[in-house]
C-alpha cells in the first residue's frame, strides 16, 4: 500500500467504516496485504467488486434491518420491564389532556 502511515490508516480506516470491509479477514497476521493479493481475492471470487448502485441497496437493505433489529430490541426491552416504551406515553398523555383541556 502507498503512502505514509497515517494515510494507510485512513485507506483501513475508510475500508471498515464505508465498505464494512477488513482486510484482516482476507490476509496472513503479520503479512502486509498488497494489490497483489486483493486481485488474488478477486479472481478466486473470495472478494467480489460492487457497482455503486449494488452498494446504495446494500446499505438501504443493512439500514433497514438495524433499524428492525432495533425496534425489537426495545421491543423486548419494554416487555421486560427494562425501558419504558415513551411514544405510548406521549399517546397516553396526549388522550388525557384531550378529555381533560385546561
Known sequence: MAGNRNQQKMVRHTLRTVFDFN????????????????????????????????????????????????????????????AVDWQEVQRQWDEYYAQHPE
Do not use: P
Open 23 to 82: 482486510i484482516s479477514d482476507f490476509n496472513v497476521q503479520g503479512k502486509a496485504f498488497g494489490s497483489e493479493d486483493l486481485q488474488s481475492c478477486v479472481r478466486r471470487g473470495v472478494i467480489h467488486i460492487l457497482d455503486d448502485a449494488t452498494i446504495e441497496t446494500m446499505k438501504v437493505r443493512y439500514a433497514e434491518k438495524k433499524q428492525h433489529e432495533e425496534a425489537l430490541r426495545q421491543a423486548e426491552a419494554v416487555a421486560d420491564g427494562e
